[in-house]
C-alpha cells in the first residue's frame, strides 16, 4: 500500500544492511523534503551507494524501513523503481545505441506513451544542445557529454525524485559544474535530487547534506549551518574531524 508521506519524498528509519557479519549500513534514520537537493556524502566504502541501493529498490534491507516516493521499498520496490529517476555510478546507457535510441528505449521502459516519446527525444536533445548528435552512437561521446544525457535520461519520466550515485566521478571541473547547473534546474522545477558524492566541495551546492563514516550518519544539516558546529570554513574540513571522531 501506499503512504502518503505529506511533504516528504524519502523517509528513512533505522535502515541497516549486513553482510554476513560485516556491517555497511548501520541503523540510519532520516527524512528528505520535496524540491530538496539532498547530498549523501562521505568517502569511498561508507556506504552510501549500499544505502541507494536499498532506497531504490535494488537491494533488500537486513533491518528498518524506507518509504520513497510514497511505497515501502521492501514490500513495494517495483513501484518504487517506477517512482524514480536513478542514474548508477557506472554509465548505465547503452554504447550500442545512438543518442535518439536511448532515449526512446528508457522511455518506453517507463511506460511513455510513442506520441509523448518522440516529443520527449526532442525535448532532451535540444535543452542538451545536442541536435548534432542525436544519430551519434554513445560509445563514440566524451564522459561529459554521456553524464549529462544519462542525468537527462533519468528525468524522462517526469519522477518526483532522482537518485545520482557519484554522477560527477571522473568528470573535469567544467562539465561538473555544467551538471550541477542541471541539478539547480531540475530542483527548481520541483523534484528531488538526492546525490552522493565523495567530492566534499559539492556540499556546498546541497539544500542539506549529511556525512556518513563506517556506515552510520555523523552529521546532518544545511552545509552552513555544519561549518558553524564544527567551527571551520568548509565542507572538507567538517569531514576531516568527523573522520578522526
Not at 45 to 66: D, F, I, Q, V, W
Not at 136 to 153: E, N, R, S, T, Y
Not at 212 to 228: R, S, Y
Request: charge should be positive; include cysteine; charged fraction near 25%.
Amino acid at each position: 500500500m501506499k503512504k502518503d508521506s505529506g511533504n516528504y519524498i524519502v523517509e528513512v528509519e533505522n535502515l541497516t544492511k549486513k553482510f554476513g557479519s560485516f556491517i555497511a549500513v548501520d541503523n540510519i534514520s532520516f527524512k528528505v523534503k520535496k524540491g530538496e537537493i539532498f547530498g549523501f556524502l562521505g568517502a569511498n566504502g561508507a556506504g552510501k551507494t549500499t544505502a541507494m541501493k536499498m532506497l531504490t529498490g535494488l537491494l533488500n534491507p537486513s533491518s528498518g524501513k524506507a518509504i520513497v516516493a510514497g511505497w515501502n521499498v521492501e514490500t513495494n520496490p517495483d513501484k518504487v523503481k517506477l517512482n524514480i529517476g536513478y542514474m548508477s555510478q557506472k554509465f548505465s546507457l547503452y554504447d550500442d545505441l545512438r543518442v535518439n535510441e536511448n532515449i526512446r528505449l528508457y522511455a518506453g521502459i517507463y511506460g511513455l506513451k510513442r506520441s509523448e516519446i518522440k516529443i520527449k527525444i526532442n525535448k532532451l536533445i535540444g535543452e542538451l544542445g545536442m541536435e548534432n548528435l542525436r544519430k551519434k552512437l554513445v560509445g563514440d561521446l566524451p564522459l561529459g557529454w554521456k553524464q549529462k544525457l544519462a542525468f537527462a535520461i533519468s528525468l524522462v519520466h517526469e519522477p518526483p525524485v532522482v537518485f545520482l550515485d557519484e554522477p560527477t566521478s571522473g568528470v573535469d571541473p567544467i562539465t561538473r559544474r555544467q551538471f550541477w547547473e542541471m541539478i539547480y534546474k531540475a530542483s527548481s522545477e520541483g523534484t528531488t535530487i538526492f546525490v552522493t558524492t565523495h567530492y566534499l566541495d559539492e556540499a556546498e551546492y546541497c539544500t542539506r547534506a549529511s556525512i556518513m563514516v563506517d556506515g552510520q550518519i555523523k552529521a546532518l544539516d544545511t552545509p552552513e549551518n555544519l561549518k558553524n558546529r564544527f567551527e571551520v570554513d568548509n565542507m572538507q574540513e567538517v569531514f576531516v574531524k568527523l573522520a578522526r571522531g
